[in-house]
């Protein structure tokens, strides 16, 4: 709907705060006989019977077609379904794993939730692993719940992982920015030195590198890229990158 | 029909009735018009629905949804495979990577043809040299000797050269 977008329209990019609403009368029809578009609200927006509050400070985006969302910072991590975490096995009870995953309540994760896992063949999994799982399960109501294979059962990189290297915390902007599709700042990080690296969505990063010393070095970038522009960025990188050749 | 003429008589008298229960049963329903199963049918869907308790409420629609509520921020932003590895550090994780990340390409364009290994010729080819194979496999020891022959032919015309070997009536 056209009157649904042009509410939208005027806001986007600009800094909206808790309290904002969109709201828009749409017309009295008979049997639905107008097609109307259906808008998808992101996280920061709500909708609230016929209109949508804003309730996060950030600023308004737009995805075509019909996607909107506040872009806004925060440090903790709320669980959300899909998004694929870091997490740290706290305790083994049973046929479930506590996961510890940064939000307010352990996440749960079965122990059949593995490739290739059944009830005689049990996986690998140690008090103080790290595991890279989804969510299933992961609303305000209920305990939080893991998997590490997809729909299909392929495992697709998730379980445990990590022998060596470092776990460290990122604040969750900035970990979104290294995960958006043509990422500045991973290009700029991969031509120093060959590394692997693992981003969680709740803020979590796991590096590791060639030496001891090289893993410190990424990890101590990645944590000042964050309120640094990319100018600052490329030159402190180049730096780092001749200092070390 | 006996019977049925004998209860409607007995109704018209006033006299002892049949009860309902025994005209329900499949006997009595034979002799019945179309007329009288209706009228039962419909006393039988009136005491029903009697004691059926229902609430008499106004017909409730949903209501048609515009808004959908997404909570993750994973399809806003199009955010890529969480697992990375540069420069070959990790071989298997690259692979991965390539995998994820093109898996979610895929999914925005429509259902493209699967890439073949082998031309559609070098298939027809193979296919042609299985077909062979397996019909001598499965042939008598006698025809395999013929399958081979008439392999050079290209319409491959099945030449009756061998004979079967029928039993020959002794001749007196």
């Known amino acids: 709907m056209d009157t649904i977008h042009a509410c939208f329209k005027d806001k986007i990019g600009e800094v909206l705060l808790p309290g ?3 709201s828009f009368r749409l017309p009295e029809s008979g049997d639905g006989s107008i097609k109307t578009d259906k808008i998808i609200c992101g996280p920061g927006l709500r909708r609230n019977g016929e209109e949508v509050q804003v309730c996060k400070s950030g600023i308004l985006r737009h995805k075509q077609p019909n996607m909107y969302w506040i872009d ?4 903790r991590y709320v669980p959300a379904k899909g998004e694929s975490v870091i997490g740290i096995v706290t305790a083994k009870s049973g046929d479930i794993f506590k996961v510890d995953v940064g939000g307010s309540e352990q ?4 122990y059949l939730a593995f490739e290739g896992a059944t009830k005689r063949n049990r996986p690998n999994v140690q008090v103080g692993d790290l595991v890279y799982g989804q969510f299933t399960i992961a609303n305000k109501d209920m305990e939080p719940e893991l998997v590490c294979i997809d729909s299909c059962g392929r495992a697709n990189g998730m379980g445990v992982f990590g022998a060596d290297g470092l776990l460290f915390k990122l604040s969750l902007g900035l970990v979104r920015r290294l995960l958006a599709p043509q990422s500045e700042i991973v290009k700029d990080l991969e031509k120093i030195f060959p590394f692997e690296l693992v981003v969680g969505m709740n803020g979590r990063v796991w590096v590791k590198a060639k030496t001891v010393q090289q893993t410190l070095i990424v990890t101590n970038l990645l944590e000042s890229c964050e309120n640094m522009t990319s100018q600052q960025r490329q030159t402190l990188f180049k730096r780092v990158a001749e200092g070390s050749l | ?12 008298d006033g006299a002892a009735k049949l009860s309902k229960n025994v005209l329900r049963m499949k006997f009595m329903q034979r002799g019945l018009d179309a007329e009288l199963k209706q009228q039962l049918e419909e006393e039988e869907k009136r005491i029903i629905s009697d004691e059926h308790w229902s609430l008499d409420l106004p017909e409730l629609t949903a209501k048609e949804n515009h808004i959908i509520e997404a909570r993750s921020c994973v399809p806003c932003e199009d955010l890529v495979y969480g697992r990375m590895s540069f420069s070959s550090f990790n071989p298997e994780v690259e692979k991965l990577m390539l995998l994820m990340n093109t898996h979610k390409e895929e999914e925005d364009d429509s259902v493209s043809r699967m890439e073949t290994d082998i031309t559609d010729e070098e298939m027809a080819r193979r296919y042609e040299s299985m077909v062979e194979s397996m019909r001598k496999k499965f042939a008598k020891k006698r025809n395999r000797s013929t399958i081979t022959k008439s392999g050079e032919d290209v319409n491959c015309n099945v030449d009756d050269n061998q004979h079967k070997n029928v039993f020959l009536k002794p001749q007196d």
């Not at chain 1, 996440?107 to 079965?110: E, G, M, Q, V």
């Open chain 1, 20 to 22: 904002d609403v969109f």
């Open chain 2, 1 to 12: 029909m006996r019977v049925v003429a004998l209860w409607s008589e007995m109704a018209k």
């Open chain 1, 107 to 110: 996440a749960s994760l079965s």
């Open chain 1, 72 to 75: 806004s910072q925060q440090r």
